[in-house]
């Protein structure tokens, strides 16, 4: 299997900042054949063997802004068991619903973009209630919940120019973990 051709920015990229476009449809092919590619790269990057072949970081979601496209478009590859993977397009999301208890990830948030260790946790909602359209232009709904919650508002993070490492308060990094519950 070959690796997609894609060129991930870093933090220190100005448009990581920026704040993405509503997509129009029909999509273009471009932008079809660029969300297709990153499931393939997202997935190759979780397989340990082709990891280590392409020396990539796992990654389960990339917003197009990464890829230096100011588009509100986010992908997800989750690996639901071995090999096994649930894929998500998503296309101009909006968070409808967010429960009240938050979240955080144990081992800390990473992120394709930031290639460097970040002490410190993101509170995230342990469920959300998402809009979007998919790759055709149909409108859906959906609700996700725990590690895809925390995957959904990290992608829609990016989206509106936010990085996970903006959401770390850097003189209190573990700031308010005893009201969160880790997953």
Same mark, same amino acid.
């Given at each position: 299997?070959?690796?997609?051709? +894609?060129?991930?920015? =870093?933090?220190?990229? $100005?448009?990581?900042? #920026?704040? !993405?476009?509503?997509? %129009?449809?029909?999509?273009?092919?471009?932008?079809?054949?660029?969300?297709?590619? %990153?499931?393939?790269?997202? $997935?190759? @990057?979780?397989?340990?063997?082709?990891?280590?072949?392409?020396?990539?970081?796992?990654?389960?979601?990339?917003?197009?802004? #990464?890829? /230096?496209?100011?588009?509100?478009?986010?992908?997800?590859?989750? =690996?639901?068991?071995?090999?096994?993977?649930?894929?998500? +397009?998503?296309?101009?999301?909006?968070?409808? @619903? #967010? !429960?009240?208890?938050?979240?955080?990830? /144990? =081992?800390?948030?990473?992120?394709? @973009?930031?290639?460097?260790?970040?002490?410190? +946790?993101?509170?995230?909602?342990?469920?959300? %209630?998402?809009?979007?359209?998919?790759?055709?232009?149909?409108?859906?709904?959906?609700?996700?919940?725990?590690?895809?919650?925390?995957?959904? #508002?990290? =992608?829609?993070?990016?989206?509106?120019?936010?990085?996970?490492?903006?959401?770390?308060?850097?003189?209190?990094?573990?700031?308010?973990?005893?009201?969160?519950?880790?997953?």
């Amino acid at each position: 299997m070959e690796l997609p051709k +894609i060129k991930i920015y =870093e933090e220190g990229n $100005k448009i990581l900042h #920026q704040k !993405s476009k509503d997509v %129009t449809f029909p999509l273009s092919d471009e932008d079809k054949l660029l969300a297709y590619d %990153t499931i393939k790269y997202l $997935k190759m @990057s979780q397989d340990e063997e082709i990891a280590e072949k392409y020396n990539l970081r796992a990654g389960m979601g990339m917003a197009f802004v #990464q890829l /230096g496209k100011l588009k509100r478009i986010f992908v997800i590859a989750n =690996e639901i068991e071995d090999k096994k993977f649930e894929e998500y +397009i998503i296309i101009n999301p909006k968070i409808l @619903s #967010q !429960s009240e208890e938050l979240i955080y990830v /144990g =081992e800390g948030e990473g992120c394709l @973009s930031v290639n460097r260790p970040v002490e410190g +946790i993101v509170p995230r909602h342990a469920r959300i %209630t998402v809009s979007y359209y998919d790759i055709d232009g149909n409108k859906k709904t959906i609700r996700v919940r725990e590690e895809l919650a925390v995957a959904f #508002q990290h =992608e829609i993070d990016h989206l509106n120019g936010i990085l996970f490492t903006d959401k770390i308060d850097p003189n209190n990094p573990y700031k308010n973990q005893d009201k969160m519950r880790e997953i």
